[in-house]
């Protein structure tokens, strides 16, 4: 999200001030119901497989399934989502390595199920297999954000920015709780 500062023609003439800054919003994100259930606002700074564990604690129902892109390919963020009881998709390096087994580790790790797979079907087919695709729900709750409130950020103070954008989340999922009609099958 852009926030205040210089204007595109200042850019484009004058070239990048210091003032320009953007800030994060990382989402998790209901594949069912499309509704945002965990919500994260950091500085630009902040690598995505930092939140994940503010992101998972956020959310109250039961995780089946994490799905999220390179950026999240950390043992942290496998060790996260194991610990909710999750499985990950998340497709490793290209250059990834399975990891030698330990004696303390009764389990395969799931990063090395997820390469001993590519390895054996490819990428391509384990993103098919896996689900990995139902990441793009929450790109698609951010375009939707970006949208109907604009991409911009109006507040000045991060504290301010984080509360508009959270505000913005609830005011989406409202939106998505109306919109979607109730249905169910009609016997007769």
Not at 73 to 78: E, L, S, W
Request: proline fraction near 4%.
């Amino acid at each position: 999200m852009k926030v205040y500062g210089e204007g595109e023609w200042k850019v484009r003439t004058h070239g990048v001030g210091k003032r320009r800054t953007w800030r994060k919003l990382h989402l998790g994100v209901d594949e069912g119901s499309g509704e945002i259930l965990g919500a994260v606002v950091t500085t630009n700074d902040m690598a995505d497989c930092e939140v994940l564990p503010d992101i998972l604690e956020q959310i109250d129902q039961p995780i089946e399934q994490v799905s999220g892109d390179g950026g999240y390919d950390t043992k942290g963020c496998y060790d996260t989502i194991s610990q909710h009881g999750a499985r990950a998709i998340i497709p490793p390096r290209s250059n990834a390595k399975i990891q030698l087994p330990s004696n303390t580790q009764a389990l395969p790790y799931p990063r090395d199920e997820n390469l001993r797979r590519i390895h054996q079907v490819g990428r391509k087919q384990w993103k098919l297999e896996s689900g990995y695709h139902r990441r793009s729900l929450s790109e698609t709750a951010i375009f939707r954000l970006k949208i109907i409130f604009g991409g911009k950020l109006r507040r000045r103070f991060f504290d301010n920015q984080a509360v508009e954008l959270f505000l913005q989340c609830a005011a989406l999922n409202r939106m998505i709780q109306l919109g979607k009609p109730d249905s169910y099958k009609v016997e007769g």
